[in-house]
């Protein structure tokens, strides 16, 4: 951290600037071994177990200065001591007294919602403004440090001047504090940006493709012969036939044979054997993205690993007929770089010398593979990875 003696420390409600500016400043006070004094932080509790500094609450912000040396100082809504004064009136001992605070060791954090609440005088001797952004309400906090106030910071959400990192909300600090009073509740709820919507729909969209181009090589491939229609017996025989029937089998082969092998999957009873013939398989088509951004709010709909060049990446495969088809990452990301190979398909070479075949119907399955392997290529990366990956543990999304 740097070695700014004041620090301003900003953010909307419910961006985590309260609960991100405590665990910060105790790992700093623990490290450096020095106690923290704090002021307004509701119920905060110092014998928490996430907190290892020692804290110590005192009650007069405005004579921060008459606090031990080598204090550390944090306080809470400062503009409610430290607001904006009228132009021309004195300048109070809590801001000029930042002019020599190093003297004396101090270190002061003031917390709030925006620079523009903090008297100029104290702004002006910022040598450190932090700044807390919780996007859509959700777990992810982008923290923008700057060496000086940067006083339009809640207009903008990308600084040339500023260093940004990307944290997360850390559970373990959570109860040190009250962010909410008794018999209240937060209400800032997650929000799903609009890029995730665009992403499903897209993915929707390219699978029920995927699935119409399927149909269309069926309807032109061989017609398979229908197997031999079983004389069926007349509704007459049906209402009495059940009698006879338990008479040749037991009730235990009854039940066996209504009773699905697979849990949840009506068709697999035995029953169905001769009906449940497969009519084609799952062609996979694979599509992948590296935003960030639709990674961490869609990522239990893909599969989530590293490429070879260490960048995160998200990875989905799905059937013609748009459902999901369960592989490995390593798998998905090959399909969408390198295609896959179907041997189910004729030579383009077969179906430009005329060799189509029996089926008479090879030069338009050929056409529809050629316009799914066009959509398949479309979602692949700009820039190509190998087969390869070299697995790395996986952040929490």
Known sequence: MSTATFV???????????????????????????????CNITDFKPDHPAIKATWVEFDHPETWYDLPQNAIIVIDEAQTWFRVRPQGSKVPLYASRLEIMRKDGHELHAITQSPKLIDSHMRELCGMHIHYYRGRGGKFIKRWEFDQPVMNVGEKLDFPDGQS?????????????KSVKDGTEHHFKFRAPRALYVFVVCLVLLGLAAWKISGRIVGDAEPVAEPEQVAQPSKGILATASPASMDTIGVDEYIASRTPRVADVPSSAPRYDQIAQPVTFPRPFCVSTSDLEMLKRNSRRMSVGYDQDGNLAGCRCN?????????????????????????????RQQVAGGDRGTDGGAGRHAGADLQLASLISSSSSPEPVQAQYVPKPLPKL
């Open 319 to 347: 059937s013609q007929q748009g459902t999901r088809v369960d592989v490995s990452f390593e798998f998905c990301m090959n399909v969408v770089t390198n295609g896959l190979f179907d041997d189910t398909k004729p030579d």
């Open 165 to 177: 990192t990307r944290i997360t909300i850390d559970p373990t600090y959570f109860g040190c504090y």
């Open 8 to 38: 301003l420390r900003t953010g909307k409600q419910g961006n985590g600037k309260t609960l991100n500016s405590i665990k910060e400043i105790d790992q700093k006070a623990h490290r450096e071994g020095r106690t923290v004094y704090y």
